[in-house]
């Protein structure tokens, strides 16, 4: 880096701990959303991390033609776990540039 690059830093950092934030509080709301249809309904809602995907409408989510153990895996993980993992992964490279 050159100069004075503390604004650089403390905008990376600034990012990194916003993203791990984020992923951390969006994954607890999505627990107490299931939670909460629990405690309503009786029924536990799974939200997978294809559940975003096909929210979006990436056609592959839908209906896959290739990588199709990807596809099942992504059909297996929790999506309040995928969003931490990526707040975090996203947030640790931030701090790691601002380095």
Do not use: C
């Not at 969006?26 to 959303?33: E, F, G, L, N, R």
């Not at 909460?36 to 997978?48: A, C, D, Q, R, V």
């Not at 059909?75 to 990526?86: C, E, Q, Y």
């Amino acid at each position: 880096m050159r100069g004075d690059d503390s604004w650089f830093k403390s905008i990376f950092s600034f990012i990194g701990i916003g993203s791990i934030t984020a992923g951390f509080v969006s994954s607890v709301s999505i627990i107490a959303y299931q939670f909460y249809n629990l405690m309503l309904s009786g029924e536990w809602i799974p939200f997978k991390a294809l559940f975003i995907l096909r929210w979006l409408g990436v056609e592959w989510a839908i209906s896959p033609r290739d990588w199709l153990r990807v596809h099942e895996f992504l059909g297996i993980v929790p999506l309040s776990a995928t969003l931490a993992a990526l707040g975090v992964a996203i947030g640790l490279i931030a701090m790691r540039i601002g380095d």
